[in-house]
């Protein structure tokens, strides 16, 4: 097996395909789980590149997204955290440091009350609890709505400084924003197959649900949030790090993506995961 190439894994009753990058005998493991739409194939971020600089990362694609498998039944949150878990386990990848960003972060928070054991210090980016604790911003309603729509509902709500007079006084930035959005949405629903897993992963976050539960954490945890952020509000991002009992909440200038907006974020970000801060 050659390191960095992507690899399938069979967890259960579905095939996970999966990739580690940054492999060094001294590196902390750390598992990065994806948001909605996530998948192996899209391009690295600078922030990608930043924790492979400093870990022994393992990325997946989870079921209903990328290459993975997607069977059309209900997905719960449950079953996201039991196939990370089963993923990991495969692996030999426990214990691990955890970040989930956005859906993941809900995954996240789901394998780390589920499987403590697996995870020695999470990092929960851009991420809601949902119940009491407030849900993020409702992507099952605007499932079904035309691509370039829902592109264009994303970048507004990606970054709240991007409504409609921003919009205007940027019409070229605004509409290469919104092509590489639809280029993203685009590569997720390649296939019916792929429509499918896109909204069953959807029904599924529409009822995650872990506030009550969070009480019970005991490993390190931090709350990372943007401060333009429409799809993980402020509010909500707080109270999730209010409900986790020492839990470090740190918001920085940014939107949905603040870790690859800003890069002062992202440095910080990457310190307390590494156990600097």
Known sequence: MILGDIQLARVGEIEIPWVRRGVGSNRPKLLFISGTGGDLRHPPSQFDRLLDAHFDVLRFD????GQASKPDVPYTMADYAADAAGLMAALEFAPAVVL????????AQELALRFPDSVS??????????G??????????????????RAAQMIKLSD?????AWQAAHPALYR??????????????????????????LEARRHHDTFD?????????????????????PDAVARLAAQIKGALLAFFEGGHLVHVQNRSAAREIVAW?????
């Open 62 to 65: 989870q079921r209903g997204m």
């Open 121 to 130: 210090r999470l990092g929960l980016l851009c991420t809601t609890a949902g």
């Open 160 to 164: 709240l400084r991007r409504d409609d």
């Open 213 to 233: 539960r969070l009480t019970t954490l005991a490993m390190p945890v931090a709350v990372f949030g943007g401060q333009h952020d429409g799809i993980a509000c």
């Open 100 to 107: 989930g960003y956005s859906f993941g972060g809900m995954v």
């Open 132 to 149: 009491q604790g407030g849900a993020s911003w409702p992507l099952h309603t605007i499932a079904q709505w035309p691509i370039e729509a």
């Open 176 to 201: 290469a924003l919104l092509d590489e959005q639809i280029a993203t949405m685009a590569l997720v629903q390649r296939s019916p197959e792929a429509d499918i897993g896109r909204l069953r992963q």
């Open 273 to 277: 995961l590494a156990g600097a801060l």
